[in-house]
C-alpha cells in the first residue's frame, strides 16, 4: 500500500528542573557584631534605598566610643603637657643651660604624645564608624527575598559577612537557572 507524503509539525518536549532567580539582587550584611534589637522588614517586604531594616544593640559600641572618647582626652592632656615642657626645655636649651641631651628627651617625648594623639582620634572616628553600622538600611529599592536572622539573635562580623537580608531590586527581570536533560 502506498501513501502520500504530508507535512507535518513534530512535537517534543524538553524537561527541565531548576530556578527562577531575580537578574539584580543583593545580600545584606552587618561590618560589626552584636545581638539584634529590632528588625523592621520581613520577607516580601518592599524597601526603598536608604531605608532602615534593622538594627543591632548599641551598647557596647557606645561603651567603646565612651571608652575611645576618654583615651583621647587623656592623650590630649598628655600632649598639652608634653608641648609645654617642650617649649620650655627649647628656651633653656637655646639659652645653653640644659645639655641637647636633655632637649632631645623633651622633644621626643613631645612627638610621641602628638602622634598618641592622633592615633586616639583615630580610634574615636572607627568607634564612632563602628556605632553607625548598628544601624543596617537598604542598600537598593526592592522586595526582601529572604531574611536569615530573628529579633535576639547574634550575629558575628569576622572574615565573612554574615548575610542578613537578600534583596532582589525588580521581581519583573527574573533568569532561570535550569539544568535540562
Do not use: C, W
Not at 532567580?21 to 522588614?41: A, C, F, M, N, R
Not at 574615636?124 to 538600611?137: H, P, R
Not at 547574634?154 to 521581581?171: E, G
Amino acid at each position: 500500500s502506498e501513501a502520500e507524503a504530508t507535512k507535518q509539525d513534530i512535537v517534543t518536549s524538553v524537561t527541565a528542573t531548576g530556578t527562577i532567580e531575580p537578574v539584580t539582587s543583593v545580600d545584606v550584611g552587618t561590618q560589626v557584631s552584636g545581638i539584634i534589637s529590632k528588625l523592621y522588614v520581613d520577607y516580601n517586604s518592599e524597601v526603598k534605598a536608604g531605608q532602615v531594616i534593622a538594627e543591632l544593640d548599641r551598647t557596647n559600641l557606645i561603651s567603646e566610643l565612651s571608652s575611645a572618647q576618654a583615651m583621647l582626652k587623656s592623650a590630649q592632656s598628655n600632649l598639652d603637657y608634653q608641648k609645654t615642657n617642650h617649649d620650655r626645655y627649647k628656651a633653656l636649651y637655646d639659652k645653653g643651660l640644659i645639655s641637647a641631651n636633655d632637649y632631645e628627651q623633651a622633644r621626643l617625648s613631645y612627638v610621641q604624645a602628638q602622634q598618641q594623639t592622633q592615633q586616639q582620634k583615630e580610634n574615636v572616628k572607627k568607634a564612632q564608624t563602628n556605632l553607625g553600622y548598628a544601624t543596617i538600611t537598604s542598600p537598593i529599592d526592592g522586595v526582601v527575598l529572604s531574611k536569615e536572622v530573628e529579633e535576639g539573635q547574634t550575629v558575628a562580623s569576622s572574615y565573612n559577612t554574615p548575610t542578613l537580608f537578600k534583596i532582589a531590586r525588580d521581581l519583573t527581570d527574573m533568569r532561570v537557572i535550569a539544568d535540562v536533560d
